[in-house]
């Protein structure tokens, strides 16, 4: 158990009171060993991506500095036409065609977007899905990056809204505090029903850039009117 309560205040940007709370009423996954709480990273991860909808507003950080949203999707792109019927096969035609990390093989990255799978779905509901490997690959923060799919037809990923994928999102990140900040924005976007209907109707790079710069400089007068 790698975690304490400081390090959860740390990772989501809340209180105490407030992380004392979620474990009273049993909202978060903790472990008592010798009288202290500790955290699994691992469950926190699972945890904050199920619990998407009510985390992701105060979750969004700036600490990405160069490595913001809109230069994650510059490196990773938009991807139109990816086929498949199952999420096997969504994923395997979405890593053949994806820029991938360097000193990756496609055949790892698929292993680790598929075993991610196997422990719980990452479809967050309308309609989309966040692939990701359980742990963080990509050692160099410098080849992290966001790579958004638009499949041919809609998938079944098990959503727990039922509603079939028609986007995935894919993160390659270096380190789970990126993890957790590129999650939250992405959550966060997803709530936005322009940005939806945007990927619905399978807009370009160009507008969904344009579209998540703005969302950015957005993020960062906010920012910057807490830390005033």
Not at 81 to 108: F, Q, Y
């Amino acid at each position: 158990m790698e975690l304490k309560i400081k390090d959860i205040v740390g990772m989501l940007q809340v209180n105490e009171k407030t992380v004392y709370r979620w474990i009273k009423d049993k909202k978060i996954p903790c472990y008592r060993i010798n009288h202290q709480y500790r955290f699994s990273r691992a469950e926190i991860n699972e945890w904050i991506l199920s619990n998407r909808i009510e985390l992701s507003s105060s979750l969004i950080n700036l600490g990405l500095k160069n490595h913001n949203l809109p230069v994650l999707l510059e490196r990773g792109g938009v991807y139109p036409g990816i086929d498949g019927s199952t999420v096997r096969e969504i994923l395997t035609d979405a890593v053949r065609k994806i820029s991938t990390p360097p000193g990756l093989t496609k055949d790892d990255i698929l292993l680790a977007l598929l075993s991610r799978e196997e422990l719980m779905p990452t479809a967050i509901g309308n309609g989309i899905a966040i692939p990701h490997p359980h742990n963080p690959i990509v050692t160099d923060p410098n080849n992290a990056s966001v790579s958004i799919c638009y499949l041919k037809q809609p998938v079944d990923f098990d959503a727990l809204d039922r509603q079939p994928v028609h986007t995935l999102f894919i993160l390659f990140t270096a380190t789970p505090r990126m993890h957790l900040e590129v999650l939250s924005k992405i959550s966060h976007l997803c709530q936005n029903n322009t940005f939806l209907d945007m990927l619905k109707s399978r807009s370009s790079e160009e507008a969904i850039l344009d579209f998540v710069r703005v969302k950015e400089k957005e993020w960062q007068k906010k920012e910057t009117a807490v830390n005033v």
